[in-house]
Every structure is written in C-alpha cells, then in structure tokens.
C-alpha cells in the first residue's frame, strides 16, 4: 500500500468511525467504545507508519481536481512534509488517548454515544487541516472544528456555564473566521490557486500582490482559532465542558489548528515584515497577559487553560522571528504535557469533588489518594515549566534561541524589532509560567486540613493513558536531535544564554511563589472555604459538573475565590481583581459590540413591528374597508341589480352628451 493510500486513510477511519457511532450508538450500544477506540487507533498507527516513511525528507504530494470552479480550482490534495506527518502522529496518539481515558470519565453518560462520535469527527476534521495540500479542502476541516467544538464544549448543557461557554466559542471563532475566508479568497486571486504548493511557489517567485492584507486578515482566522490576543477570551469559558474534550482541544486539535496554518504557509506571512511585527506583539501581549491571569485563576482547569494560550504564545512567537521549526518543535512538544495536565486534572477533580484550588488547599493526602496523578502531573508541570532535562525546555528554548537570532540580526527573515519583542516577552512569560505551575502543584498537593476521603483507586483505563503521555513529556526533547530532517533540516538545540537566562528567570519565579505560599498558607486554618460537589464518589463526569455547579453558587464565579491564603493574591497584588477578570475584556468586548448589537437589533425590532408592520396592517385595512362596502352592494335582489343597470347607463349617457356639447362649442 502506498504511503499516499495510507495518509488517506489516517482522516477517513476516525470519520467512519464517527458515522458508524452515530448509526448504531442508540441501538447497539456495545459496539460504541470499540467504534471509539478502535478506528482512531488504527489511525495512530498509519500515522506512525506514514511518518517512518516520509522519513522527514521530500514532500510528497498528491492530487485530484475535486471540482472545476471556471476559475480557481479545487483539489482533493495531500501534502506530507515532515511537520504534516509528525503533528498527524500527536494528534491520533493524543485522540486514542483521550477516546480511552473518556470510556471511563463518561461511564453511564447517556450522551456517551454522540460524543464519541463527535470526538472521532473532530479528530478527522484535524488530521482532515494537517494532510490537506489544498486550503479549500483544509477550510472543510477548519469549520468542522468549530461545529464540533460547540457540541462537545456544551456537553453538560444542562448548566447555564456549559451553554454560555459553547455559544462563545462558536461566535468568538467565527468572528475571526469571516476575515479568514475572505484572507484565503485574497491569496487565491493573487497567486491563481488554492494548492499550497503552488500558493508557495507564486511568493517566493515574487506573485503576491497585497501580501499584508493578505496576512493580517489570515491573522485574524488565526487569533480566533488558537486562542490568541484579542480574541482569545472563548478558551477559559470553554472548561466547562467534560475535561476530556479539554485535553483534545488544548493538545492536539483545534488550538493547534491556526499555529499549524501558519508554519505551513509561513512564506506568505514573512513577505510582509509589518505582519510578522503584528504577530510578535500579539504573541507578547499574549504570553504576559495569559501568564498574569493564570496566577490569579482558582479553577485547575481555567489555570491550564490560560497556560495553554500562553504556549501558543511562544508558538506565534516562533512563528512572528520566521522559524517554523520551533513553532511545531513546540505544538508537539506541549501537546503532550498539556495532555497529561488536563487528564491528571480530570482524575483529581473526580478525586476530591471540586475543581477550586483554594478548597484543594485546605485538603491534605492527595497525593496519596492519586499517586499516577501526583506523579505524572508534576513531571508535566515540570515540563511546561521548561525545567531541564524535559520536553518543554527544549521547544521552548528552541522559540528563544530562534528570537535572539533574529534580535541580534543573524536570522533576516523577520524585522530585529520582532525578534527583541518576542525575546523579553519570552523571558517574563518563563518567569510567569514557573510561577503558575508552582501555585497549583502546591495549593493542589500540599494543602492542610481533612484528609481527602479515599474513594478507591482511579479506573485504570484514566490513569493509564496518563503514563503513556509521560513518557514524550519527558523524551521527545531529549530524542530533538534525532529529529532534525523532520524540522527544516535545521538544529534545535538550546544555546548557553538563552539557557541560563531562561532557565535563571524560571527559578526565580518558583522560588518566589514557594516563598509567598509559605508566608500565607497559615491563613488557609482561618478561613474555610466550601465548593465541594456532593457526590465525590459518582462517576468522574457527574463530578465535574457537580462541581463546576458548586464553585459558581459559592463563590459567585467559575474564576475566583475569596482566599487570602492564595500565593497568586499576594504576588499580583491589586492586579490580581483585574486578572482573575482577564483584564476585563469580556466586559470592554460587551460594551463595544454587544450592547451596541443589541440596540441595533431592538431598534430594528421596533422599525420592524411599528413601522414596516404598520403599513403592512394599513394596506390590509384598507382591502377590508373596500371589499366591506363592495359586500353591501351585493344584496342578491336582481331588481335592484337591474336599476342600478339602468341608472348607471343613464348617467353614462348624459356624460356623453354633456361631453360632446362642450367639444362642439370649442
């Protein structure tokens, strides 16, 4: 079988998948969790096999004309590159876990079938975005995404932050895809063709017309799809759904989707020095602003979360300096510890029967409780804090190394103002991510007070996947090296100043919170705090709900609680309300657009009934009246009919006379 039938099959098994799921999900039910696992499994490992193939060398492509258009034409097109086939791999390995882990987070749950049959298609519409050489095609699995995401994201729809969270990230998205579409629409009409190839080909020979509309309107698909700045605020709501839709949705899909657009047409951005200084200060802003909001969020999910945002900051920062290889280095590198973050996440919620680290804080022995957890949870915090020798120092040294090239003028793809940009903000945001990592790991595993109910040991299909995951987190970058064909060819490896600097700031923001969490943990005696779902011992699922239900009704808000014993307070100081708010911008967002919106839509209500309907209604009224007095004339009686024959002929003929007098006389 040919490597281009076997990267074929890689999107299409989990989409049978999905449709073989919804078919029978209702009436069969034993046949889900294998039409779940199964196909996505035996994607993983086509995707493993079409990557040993391509060995990181050539690109193979291969096309078809999927439909003539008159004008540009559409290809059902594969383009296998070395980035292609090794992000294919951490998105089916991710998705086979996340499938596995879901069998038993979700045991019981009555939607169980649809979602996943709805994982399964969001994991074909991504690998769909990653083979795809044509970006029409890509554009189908791009908005698949995003239909997908609003069911899975609303799974819990019976609670009012499940719906909200869904809807916002449906329209948040789209608000940067409109611009997309008209971005990709653009590229087409300059270069002649929507194949990527070709795309890449017309640039560098000189055939972009207008490459700086071009790229900031693509931007814009981009901020909205990976969570960037200013339309970034979609990501945090979206932990209400279950945690494992979370983890697909942060590692390995969806997020992942806009970074990898841009790695794949990157030449087309970096015909324009002005967009690429635009993605630097989005990356910037981006990393500082998530890094600040993550110390202030109480919700274990919502602090990955702003990390996971703060990542695919260093991603577009990457990106912004015109290295592509760290950028994917990065993606594939977080993509397996965030994995590992939110699924040991999910076994802690179940565990304790709340998501608020203020309440975890006042719990002691859980480590005990969920030692696969404990232990593989620490090592991705490890990593996410790019502490060496893990997976995450290396990608994100990778991103710094690729900044200071460009700063100090060694690497001219990108303006030097973009690569100083990215370089400080680079390091502030290592500072920050330590930070974060450090607070939850404490408020989470080293609380103070009852001793957390032991509830028996995690299903193993949950804990598992956990070490599986592991094992990348600590390995890939390590085994970086070895992968160099499959990155532009080019090494990755750290260089000694950004290392001891990076790796200096990082210890200095952990210290630092160790320091502060030490200095406030003793008020954590003095204030109890609540927020802990009633039925720890339910299913992990139920348990999240419960517990997402409980933490707004106590505290009022899904991000924050009243504990003065937090670290996070005392290092933000009076940042720390705004940041927990994520600086305010839903409610600047709402001001700006919804509230205009909603006036514009309830002035066009009131033109609308009162004065289009109004006269509708009169033209109506009108009719009545007249068929009214035609229905008086209408008495049945042929006498009357008949006078009224002759009266009307006789006045008739009186006109005509008087008619012809007056001619006469002229």
Not at 392 to 405: D, M, N, Q, R
Not at 440 to 452: H, K, M, S
Not at 633 to 653: D, M, R
Request: proline share 5%; charged share 10%; aromatic share 8%.
């Amino acid at each position: 079988m040919t490597t281009t039938t076997l990267a074929a099959l890689v999107p299409l098994l989990p989409f049978l998948g999905a449709l073989a799921g919804l078919a029978v999900g209702r009436t069969t039910p034993g046949f889900v969790r294998p039409l779940a696992i199964l196909p996505t499994l035996t994607a993983a490992v086509l995707a493993v096999l079409v990557a040993v193939r391509q060995g990181g060398g050539r690109a193979i492509d291969a096309a078809t004309q999927l439909t003539p258009t008159g004008s540009v034409p559409i290809d059902l097109a594969l383009h296998l590159d070395g980035f292609a086939v090794l992000v294919a791999v951490l998105v089916t390995v991710v998705a086979t876990c996340v499938q596995l882990y879901s069998t038993a987070y979700l045991r019981g749950d009555a939607r169980y079938p649809s979602y996943a049959a709805l994982v399964s298609l969001f994991t074909s519409a991504m690998l769909l975005v990653v083979y795809s050489g044509d970006l029409m095609v890509l554009l189908v699995g791009w908005e698949i995404m995003g239909i997908c995401s609003y069911f899975l994201v609303g799974h819990y729809w019976e609670t009012p932050e499940a719906r909200a969270a869904s809807l916002k990230a449906f329209l948040v998205t789209k608000l940067g895809d409109v611009p997309f579409l008209i971005g990709l629409f653009a590229l087409a009409a300059d270069t002649g063709s929507f194949r990527i190839t070709r795309i890449l080909a017309a640039v560098a020979n000189g055939g972009l017309d207008h490459p700086t509309l071009i790229a900031l309107l693509l931007l814009a698909g981009v901020a909205g799809k990976s969570a960037q700045f200013p339309l970034h605020t979609w990501l945090p709501d979206a932990m209400a759904g279950p945690t494992p839709v979370s983890a697909l949705i942060h590692a390995a899909t969806m997020v992942a989707a806009g970074i990898y657009f841009v790695a794949r047409l990157l030449p087309v951005f970096a015909a324009s020095g002005a967009a690429l200084v635009v993605l630097a200060v989005m990356a910037a802003v981006t990393m500082i602003g998530s890094g600040l909001a993550a110390l202030a969020q109480d919700d274990i999910k919502r602090v990955l979360a702003y990390s996971t945002i703060g990542q695919l900051g260093y991603m577009s920062g990457a990106l912004a300096v015109g290295d592509r290889g760290a950028a994917v280095f990065h993606l594939i590198s977080h993509g397996a510890f965030k994995a590992v973050l939110f699924l040991a996440a999910g076994v802690v919620i179940h565990a304790v029967g709340t998501n608020s680290l203020a309440a975890m804080s006042r719990m002691s022995g859980l480590a005990r409780r969920v030692p696969d957890a404990f232990w593989t949870m620490t090592v991705a915090l490890l990593a996410l804090a790019a502490i060496p020798p893990f997976a995450g120092f290396f990608s994100k040294e990778a991103v710094l190394v690729a900044a200071e090239h460009t700063a100090l003028g060694d690497r001219t793809v990108a303006p030097a103002a973009a690569g100083w940009t990215i370089l400080i903000a680079g390091l502030l945001a290592a500072a920050l991510t330590a930070s974060y990592a450090v607070r939850l790991w404490l408020l989470a595993f080293r609380g103070r007070g009852a001793e957390v109910p032991d509830h028996g040991k995690q299903p193993l299909a949950m804990t598992s996947v956990l070490w599986l995951l592991a094992v990348p987190t600590i390995g890939f970058g390590l085994s970086a090296g070895l992968l160099g064909d499959w990155f532009d060819g080019h090494a990755l490896t750290p260089s000694l100043t950004t290392a001891v600097l990076s790796t200096g700031v990082t210890l200095v923001g952990g210290l630092v919170t160790y320091g502060a969490w030490r200095h406030t943990t003793a008020l954590a005696a003095r204030t109890p705090l609540g927020a802990v779902a009633a039925h720890p011992g339910a299913e992990p699922a139920l348990v999240e709900a419960e517990a997402m239900t409980s933490h707004t009704a106590v505290y009022g808000t899904i991000a924050d609680a009243p504990d003065p014993s937090d670290p996070g307070r005392l290092l933000l100081g009076p940042l720390h309300r705004h940041a927990v708010t994520g600086f305010h911008l839903d409610a600047l967002y709402t001001a700006l657009f919804v509230r205009p919106l909603q006036a514009a839509a309830r002035l066009v209500r009131f033109l609308d009934r009162e004065v289009v309907d109004t006269y509708v209604n009169g033209t109506g009224a009108v009719t009545r009246l007249l068929g009214t007095a035609v229905r008086r004339a209408q008495t049945g009686n042929v006498q009357t009919y008949v006078s009224a024959l002759l009266a009307g002929s006789l006045a008739l003929a009186i006109a005509a006379v008087v008619f012809a007098n007056v001619n006469a006389g002229s």
